[in-house]
């Protein structure tokens, strides 16, 4: 079965760190984009950042740039999102997703939650104040 797998999301302090990783099962993520996104409570899903795995090209949304760090294993096909310096307002529910062909960009950040079609089940994360 083709399927994505979160983890790593719990409950942290402002200031502190998470690593969410998303696990491939079924197939490998060569040749795919993959992006995380993520949805606070009352909010849409929005993209926080991708990965090309091929060229390893990537892309942050300005509210994280300088705090998380996404990344890629192919030895264990998994995507990871590090994640520094946490705000509350980093509080949602992560989800991962994968794109064949796709590229990471500002239109797979932006418009990917309109066509990406294989999601992870989300791992959710809290920042306390």
């Known amino acids: 079965e083709v399927q994505l797998v979160e983890s790593g999301g719990g409950l942290v302090q402002a200031g502190g760190s998470l690593r969410l990783s998303c696990a491939a099962s079924?197939?490998?993520?060569?040749?795919?984009?993959i992006g995380w996104f993520r949805q606070a409570p009352g909010k849409e899903r929005e993209g926080v950042s991708c990965?090309?795995?091929?060229?390893?090209?990537?892309k942050y949304v300005d509210s994280v740039k300088g705090r998380f760090t996404i990344s890629t294993d192919a030895a264990k096909n998994r995507v990871y999102l590090q994640m520094n310096r946490l705000k509350p307002e980093d509080t949602a529910t992560y989800y991962c997703?994968?794109?064949?062909?796709?590229?990471?960009?500002?239109?797979?950040?932006?418009?990917?939650?309109?066509?990406?079609?294989?999601w992870g089940q989300g791992t959710l994360v809290s920042v306390s104040s």
């Open positions: 997703a994968a794109d064949y062909l796709g590229l990471c960009g500002s239109y797979f950040l932006g418009q990917g939650t309109t066509y990406l079609q294989l």
């Open positions: 990965i090309s795995v091929s060229d390893r090209i990537t």
């Open positions: 079924g197939f490998t993520f060569d040749g795919y984009a």
